[in-house]
């Protein structure tokens, strides 16, 4: 059925003229409608406009039959009703009920040109303000924090000192999730984000990288929303992408608990293996934060753009951006940025544990306005090899690929290995199952699950869920690099590199998953987590830089190198 659409400009008619009645997506009575479409007068509420029907153009704001174009704002609207809201939200035209954007003090030279910074308006407190350079520096140097960049806001030492700009409510979310001191990168990546500033920071897993970027995009929203009104239908004003969903639900669930108590402001989930409507429809309802993988994304900002809005993201944060392109999701991001519009002066962020050189990557740098660049641990700057974590041993293993299940098999009936729940890594979904498989036969007293791409969402969430419980429902996860980034597994202390990979970076992020939780108890005899890589001439391409990269560990963290390697010191 041909939609009617007719651009307008009406001033409001008076509420005691309006229609009470209410149309309902009832075919004939649809008919009906259309039949008489010319003559209808303008709808006055959403409430008086029917549903839409397949195929038929949605209200941007409402989700109703969008029988109207916005004149001001070439958006498909339902009446003039949601005109107002829609026209008040494009800032193309202001009732006079809206509030005008009021800065308070002076803005510093380090606050972004975008709107949201505007209104948060971050003053630096004294504590902060009257910090020397030799302070800052010894802060920075301290905590191994290399910065670069113009106008760089102070560090913070304590989340106390921000309480002003941070707000009680965020606070207390803060100290709940026991984030009694900021890490290092935290201490720096806040207030440049609480500054507006675009960043890109690379810094090791569990450094805090997500409390660095939803910290400051929960106060944007904020300010954002409170400008808005708290209308539930405002926004989204931040997007959050990640590559799997794994890590979308884990960041979802700490941007939850940091905005507990904040009226107005909501989460939705876009990721594939869960229903499609479900997410379409908490869309509708509103949404202040989108957090999501790129080929939802996509699927969502192609065929319901109006429900996605990416027109009104004022924030947008990459995570674990260089994981996106070499897992293939480089076009998609690509395709998702460009179809952002230009005119909007938005803040970009980028995150990751390690740096690529990839030359699509290099094109999504190129939009970062004035950035910061951010860097942790890393001594080097000249040095294009990644940094493993100093918080985990590293024993590398020669082994040729026939012998390497016997060898795996003497690991796990060794008392001075074995600590469940094992992460065992491998190349390929096929590989997860059969040595899932093996291991049930040969150790059938142990509880081994697989963990590869071809599970189900929800499959995959339960067994998550049962590698973080207090007792680990399983003892041995075998898994592909579904695990290997970003994901917060505190109970694994050994991880296994059953196939070594294929990139260096990849190594640093899969051993990551071992790194122990602060603070350790001094009587626990495990200070660190363990990593052991299966090792062979297949590798031979990554020995030099990868025994160049173990060199600058102490004996403590790395044990004695195989004779094969030994020769490439």
């Keep these: 059925m041909a939609s009617v659409k007719r651009k307008y400009s009406y001033d409001l008619i008076d509420p005691q003229q309006e229609n ?77 009920k809206k509030k005008t954007m009021t800065v308070i003090g002076h803005v510093h030279d380090y606050v972004a040109e975008n709107i949201h910074a505007k209104l948060t308006n971050y003053q630096e407190p004294d504590s902060i303000a009257t910090q020397s350079p030799q302070q800052v520096t010894q802060m920075l140097q301290a905590h191994e924090v290399e910065v670069t960049g113009s106008h760089v806001p102070k560090p913070f030492s304590t989340y106390d000192q921000l309480r002003q700009t941070l707000g009680d409510t965020i606070l207390k979310n803060i100290e709940s999730l026991g984030w009694s001191m900021a890490t290092g990168i935290q201490r720096q990546a806040v207030t440049i984000g609480l500054a507006g500033r675009d960043m890109l920071a690379i810094a090791p897993t569990h450094s805090g ?55 107005n402001m909501r989460t939705c989930l876009l990721i594939g293996g869960e229903p499609l409507p479900n997410q379409l429809f908490r869309l509708r309802k509103g949404s202040q934060i989108i957090i999501g993988t790129p080929g939802r994304l996509l699927d969502v900002a192609t065929h319901h753009p109006k429900l996605l809005r990416l027109w009104g993201v004022r924030m947008l944060v990459l995570d674990e951006v260089d ?75 020669w082994v040729d690929n026939k012998s390497k299940a016997k060898r795996l098999f003497s690991i796990l009936g060794d008392s001075k290995y074995f600590v469940v729940p094992i992460l065992i890594f491998v190349a390929s979904r096929l590989g997860s199952e059969f040595l899932t498989r093996a291991i049930k036969k040969k150790c059938p007293h142990l509880k081994v699950m697989s963990m590869h791409g071809d599970k189900t969402q929800e499959e995959r969430s339960v067994i998550i869920e049962g590698i973080n419980q207090a007792e680990p429902l399983w003892d041995v996860i075998v898994s592909t690099d579904v695990l290997a980034r970003g994901i917060d597994l505190p109970s694994v202390r050994l991880v296994i590199n059953y196939d070594m990979t294929t990139t260096l970076d990849d190594y640093v992020h899969r051993i990551g998953r071992a790194v122990l939780h602060k603070p350790i108890q001094h009587n626990v005899k495990q200070q660190l987590g363990w990593s052991i890589t299966f090792i062979n001439e297949e590798h031979q391409y990554l020995f030099e830089s990868f025994v160049k990269m173990l060199s600058t560990k102490s004996l403590a963290q790395v044990t004695p190198l195989p004779s094969q390697l030994k020769r490439y010191l």
């Design 20 to 96: 009470e009645k209410k149309f309902a997506p009832d075919t004939q009575q649809v008919a009906d409608l259309e039949k008489e479409e010319d003559n209808d007068e303008i709808k006055q509420f959403s409430s008086d406009q029917r549903l839409a029907l397949d195929d038929e153009p949605i209200c941007t704001v409402c989700g109703k039959y969008g029988e109207y174009i916005n004149d001001e704002t070439d958006q498909d609207v339902c009446s003039l009703q949601c005109k107002a809201i829609n026209t008040d939200l494009c800032g193309r035209a202001r009732s006079k």
């Design 209 to 263: 990288k997500t409390g660095s970027f939803l910290i400051p995009l929960l106060v944007h929203c904020v300010s954002l929303s409170v400008q808005d009104d708290y209308k539930r239908r405002a926004g989204p004003y931040a997007l959050i992408m990640a590559p799997t969903r794994e890590l979308c639900c884990q960041i979802e669930l700490v941007c939850k608990r940091l905005a507990t108590g904040l009226r």
């Design 323 to 397: 994981a996106m392109f070499s897992l293939g999701f480089g076009t998609q991001v690509k395709q998702i940025m460009g179809k952002f519009p230009d005119t909007t002066k938005r803040q970009t962020l980028y995150f990751s544990a390690t740096m690529s050189d990839d030359k699509m990557m290099a094109g999504i740098y190129k939009r970062l306005r004035t950035p910061i660049e951010l860097k942790v641990s890393q001594r080097n700057k000249k040095d294009t090899i990644p940094e493993a974590s100093d918080q985990v041993r590293q024993t590398i293993i």
